[in-house]
């Protein structure tokens, strides 16, 4: 599947529930601590593949769900997001309509989760910019 046809909903399997400090990658090692606790569950899109190897992210809103569990909701928006050059969309995924205090905490998220991954970037030695862009709501 591709992010240029937006799919009406997805299976998400959740890798970071809400609330965790940890952040795993897809196939279940840890990625990093993060210093804020993760306001939304945050996890991935099976048999896909994002521009950086690893299966498209997505992002649910609602209550915290277990780590690995697999869920099939609404997707609602893409994040539009670039992880050191490369472009790393998020789908974000909702059983209702996303609401003005959901966009802006979309936004907040990923311009504070931008400017995080730009340090751990550095410090792991990837090159090219690292930005949050936009939401679209689909």
Request: with cysteine.
């Amino acid at each position: 599947m591709s992010v240029h046809s937006h799919p009406s909903e997805l299976e998400v399997i959740i890798d970071t529930p809400r609330g965790s400090l940890v952040k795993r990658s897809d196939d279940g090692r840890i990625d990093f601590l993060s210093p804020l606790p993760c306001p939304f569950n945050y996890g991935s899109v099976p048999d896909t593949c994002s521009s950086d190897g690893d299966r498209l992210d997505a992002l649910v809103l609602g209550p915290r769900l277990a780590r690995n569990s697999a869920v099939r909701v609404a997707v609602v928006g893409l994040v539009h997001f670039v992880d050191a050059g490369q472009s790393d969309p998020k789908y974000v995924c909702s059983a209702r309509p996303l609401r003005l205090a959901d966009r802006l905490l979309v936004a907040a998220f990923f311009t504070l989760y931008a400017r995080a991954k730009q340090l751990l970037n550095a410090a792991r030695g990837k090159r090219g910019a690292t930005r949050y862009e936009r939401l679209e709501l689909l």
